[in-house]
């Protein structure tokens, strides 16, 4: 196959235009999980270090069973078993049945798996925090919620942001996976681009630039938020 095959097959029929679309949906269904996982993260992560003792022992087996369970597996069960979840509880209210939407069950999955990673992320940021930070904002009698937005957060992200990189980069590969429950993402649009032309390797070499595009992407916009939190450094003095 020549390079004007290969542009031919990519551009003029618009497979690539395809990829494109299914590169958007992957970053969308990343972005959204990843909120998510970050949210959850951060509750699981202050309920181990603040919460009483049935809190934390329920944060502790979250954590442990998300991170045991494989990925696929997590999503099947998670998919299909809150999907009959939801089906019964309509039908105990009397209300018709109703069919979940593909990037929603994306996102909320692959969230509540990310939040059992970014907790543990989080957690360790936090305990590296100085204690006579934590400490002086209790003493000048911050309210709990002033002392996590201006004090912990903070002085958390440096410590956070190399791990929450990494959660990141496999979260968008993991968004691959959700193709098993009938949404359609960037590794689908190949395997569909694929075999519709019979050119496997073609569209899976694409594929990967694509995800390979993403990653550079991602590595440089952390880098910066490294660099600009690096002034949030808690420094002993």
């Known amino acids: ?64 069973l998300y991170r045991a369970v494989p990925e696929l597996l997590l999503i099947l069960l998670l998919y299909y078993a809150g999907t009959d979840l939801l089906n019964l509880a309509m039908a105990a209210m ?10 929603m069950a994306a996102v909320v999955v692959l969230g509540i798996v990310q939040g059992a990673y970014s907790g543990e992320v989080i957690r360790g940021a936090i305990e590296a925090i100085p204690p006579g930070l934590i400490e002086a904002g209790r003493a000048y009698g911050m309210p709990r919620l002033k002392l996590l937005s201006r004090v ?21 590969k993991d968004s691959a996976l959700i193709s098993v429950v009938g949404y359609s993402e960037l590794l689908t649009a190949g395997r569909q681009a694929a075999a519709t032309t019979k050119h496997y390797l073609l569209f899976y070499l694409a594929v990967a630039a694509f995800y390979y595009v993403i990653t550079l992407i991602s590595s440089m916009v952390f880098r910066k938020f490294e660099s600009s939190f690096e002034r949030w450094m808690p420094r002993n003095v």
């Open 94 to 103: 009397g209300r018709p049945s109703v069919e979940v939407n593909g990037f």
């Open 1 to 64: 196959m020549t390079i004007s095959d290969i542009s031919n097959l990519l551009f003029a029929k618009g497979w690539v235009q395809t990829l494109a679309e299914g590169a958007v949906k992957t970053l969308g269904i990343s972005l959204g999980a990843f909120a998510l996982g970050l949210c959850i993260g951060l509750l699981v992560a202050l309920a181990k270090l603040r919460g009483p003792r049935w809190l934390v022992a329920c944060a502790n087996c979250y954590t442990t």
């Open 152 to 172: 912990i957060l903070p002085c958390m992200l440096p410590f956070a942001i190399a791990g929450l990189s990494n959660l990141w980069l496999v979260l968008v």
